[in-house]
């Protein structure tokens, strides 16, 4: 979860709104590459899942969009995708070939916890209200979007206690 | 390198319809990623890059972008760069490969670059095994690893990839690592604009022969950005120190950027042809040359 360049103290509405659009347009691509990956790997309820969470987030991503053209129009933006990296989207390495769908919901669990945090620590740095405003009703979201999937999670028979690392091969001697 | 942009491009338009077939949370997804980003930033049509790699997971690259790829064999990505760019000097060039890859079997070939100084960016996608062939040792695993070539732990030093590039003389020299994909996508654009040899090595984690340390969560740990540490990437002297801490911690930014870059060894050949050109016979007695009169 990383941040660079942006002012919290100073940044506006339309600023917080476009950045909030370009977290979730992260999420999004992540999932799409995490669903991509579990195809290739032939896991393909992990992909289901991951392709879900893709959708969910592309939902948020528009209807920020929309709230964003409807108050500013197409005033430029001041703020890009250099300036964030991982605020919701799931690390890198938290996909793994064999995942249960367990461990995809798990993956997604943590990356909605690590958004809420992203709003959290940022809250305090926050000067405008209404940006201030925008931030507490997206870190609510966050709760949100954790107990959904806690709730699938709930849904979910127990897993095999199999590991991803069970259907690693050894390494091979040359 | 002459890298001006002519039009706009997205990362997606470096990105081929050609899906990644590396482990699922490899190091290598996101330096994929960040070399989109830093094609777009620069902007040149993919026509005008062309990729080229040895073999190993990371040399899959190439074939993962729109650019013109090759990927060549074990070791030999930096000399094929090298004829590429001085056959067409307008061409972007770019290569890649692994620690093993570069520093093993291809190791003697990265100081030629260095001292000739060719307009090259040089990614290394550093895990410290060899992963494709499933886990042997490689040129920068560290001392007393344990893999199936070294059971009873690795008896060698590692190569310091930082020093080795440093001590060669190569005007440009970073790092970078997934832990930081924007940071990684600036300091890969950064070496593509420098006007001559570029190289970075990339921390980049092999999840399934990697040891825990050199994972995401471990290079987190060790992790220090070297502009937040006052560095000066014009002290080549600061920068070798810096260097020295290779594998202890990880140094993310530019080590060494020559303030006063040196003429690139493809501009000399076109200045040298140019010059020559006027004197040379034409084409069809260019045999008489070698006939005894």
């Known amino acids: 979860m990383t941040t660079r360049g942006i002012d ?3 940044l506006s509405l339309k600023d917080a709104l476009d950045l909030a659009v370009l977290i979730e347009q992260e999420a999004k691509e992540r999932y799409e590459e995490f669903a991509a990956q579990m195809d290739q790997h032939r896991t393909p309820d992990a992909a289901r899942f991951f392709r879900y969470m893709a959708l969910n987030e592309a939902k948020h991503g528009e209807a920020l969009a929309a709230r964003r053209a409807e108050l500013f129009g197409a005033a430029p933006s001041a703020v890009t995708r250099a300036m964030i990296f991982d605020i919701e989207a799931p690390d890198y390495d938290a996909a793994r070939a064999f ?21 959290v620590e940022a809250l305090p740095a926050l000067k405008d209200a209404d940006v201030k405003a925008l931030f507490e009703e997206l870190r609510d979201e966050e709760v949100e979007h954790q107990d959904l999937v806690k709730a699938e ?15 690693v091969d050894g390494p091979t001697a040359q | ?24 949370g490899c190091g290598d997804y996101s330096v994929v990623q960040g070399i989109y980003r830093a094609l777009a930033a620069i902007g040149r049509p ?9 073999i190993g997971c990371s040399s899959r690259i190439p074939g993962y972008t729109t650019a013109y790829g090759f990927n060549t064999v074990h070791g030999r990505a930096l000399p094929i760069a090298q004829g590429i760019k001085l056959a067409n000097p307008d061409l972007m060039v770019l290569a890649a490969g692994g620690d093993g890859d570069g520093f093993s079997i291809g190791g003697g070939h990265i100081a030629h670059l260095i001292r000739r100084n060719i307009d090259i960016t040089y990614l290394v996608m550093d895990n410290q095994i060899y992963g494709l062939t499933k886990g042997q040792l490689s040129p920068t695993s560290q001392k007393g690893r344990t893999t199936c070539t070294s059971p009873y732990g690795s008896l060698e030093n590692p190569v310091n990839p930082l020093l080795y590039v440093l001590a060669y003389g190569a005007g440009f020299v ?31 984690p092999c999840v399934t022969y990697g040891e825990e340390a050199q994972q995401i969560k471990g290079l987190k740990a060790i992790s220090e950005n070297l502009s937040s540490l006052g560095h000066n990437p014009a002290d080549r002297l600061a920068a070798m120190d810096l260097a020295q801490h290779y594998g202890e911690k990880l140094h993310l930014g530019v080590f060494y950027r020559n303030p006063e870059p040196a003429p690139t060894y493809d501009a000399l050949i076109r200045e040298r042809q140019a010059a020559l050109s006027k004197d040379a016979p034409p084409k069809e007695r260019i045999l008489d040359l070698f006939i005894k009169k």
């Open chain 2, 46 to 54: 993919p026509h005008e890059v062309a990729f080229i790699s040895g």
């Open chain 1, 8 to 10: 919290f103290k100073a």
């Open chain 1, 153 to 167: 999670l709930a849904k979910l028979p127990p897993d095999s206690g199999l590991s991803d690392e069970d259907f």
């Open chain 2, 1 to 24: 390198m002459s890298a001006n942009a002519t039009c706009e491009f997205q990362a997606k338009d470096y990105k081929s319809d050609l899906k990644p077939i590396w482990c699922p």
């Open chain 1, 99 to 119: 995942m249960s769908p367990r461990q995809a919901m798990t993956a997604a669990l943590a990356s909605e916890v690590k958004a809420h945090t992203f709003f």
């Open chain 2, 174 to 204: 970073a790092q970078a690592s997934p832990t930081d994909l924007a940071g990684m996508a600036a300091i890969i654009e950064e070496a593509i604009r420098f006007p001559g040899f570029a190289f970075v090595n990339i921390q980049s």
